[in-house]
């Protein structure tokens, strides 16, 4: 194993880190595919109510929870992947007219804020979703589901965009989604 020096820490990427990184990219991988699926869903889903309601006279009761659940679930199922590509909003005004070296340094700062903000928040919700398992909390619908099953999407959310950002400060490249469309 070759140390690798990193804004002056001496870091060892073995094997076993290596097989963590393609675990965690799998996996980031697979929420997305389902964030994607959930997505379908909510439009089907959508399509089954506007038939049974304005042709049938028969609206559903579970179709607009299921919506916004869904929803939940899929931006925070979706939140590494935007994290891992880089994909997420910015505004690159201020990065535009400064150096090659103050941007690296701030791309840093807001990396190292990124890791510190979204692990907050994994550390939050993640004991507010242990409260809502442990009390046996459910939604308040027609059709009530324990509200776990929602909430435990966003402390992983956030948990593996931290750890996303904490690669990215480490040194790992961003990577780039295959198409980037510019104005």
């Known amino acids: 194993m070759k140390p690798r020096r990193i804004a ?3 870091l060892i990427w073995g094997k076993p880190v290596q097989i963590l990184k393609r675990l965690h990219d799998g996996l980031t991988r697979l929420s997305f595919f389902v964030a994607m699926l959930g ?3 909510i439009a089907a889903a959508y399509c089954v109510e506007v038939v049974l309601r304005y042709f049938f006279d028969a609206p559903t009761t579970w179709v607009n929870p299921f919506t916004s659940y869904a929803l939940c679930l899929m931006i925070f199922l979706a939140l590494p992947e935007m994290t891992r590509e880089g ?6 005004i ?3 007219s400064m150096s090659a070296s103050k ?3 701030l791309k840093k700062i807001v990396n190292l804020l990124g890791l510190v903000a979204t692990f907050a928040a994994a550390w939050i919700c993640a004991s507010e979703t242990m409260a809502q398992f442990v009390g046996n909390i459910f939604t308040m ?3 009530p589901i324990p509200k776990w099953i929602i909430s435990v999407t966003i402390p992983y959310g956030f948990a593996s965009a931290g750890l996303y950002f ?3 400060l480490l040194g790992e ?3 780039a989604p295959a198409e980037v469309v510019s104005a």
């Open 94 to 96: 201020l990065m535009e």
């Open 103 to 105: 941007v690296a340094m």
């Open 39 to 41: 997505l379908a869903f």
């Open 166 to 168: 904490l690669r990215h």
């Open 173 to 175: 490249e961003v990577q």
């Open 141 to 143: 619908a027609h059709n």
């Open 8 to 10: 002056g820490a001496v």
């Open 87 to 92: 994909s997420h909003l910015s505004i690159n």
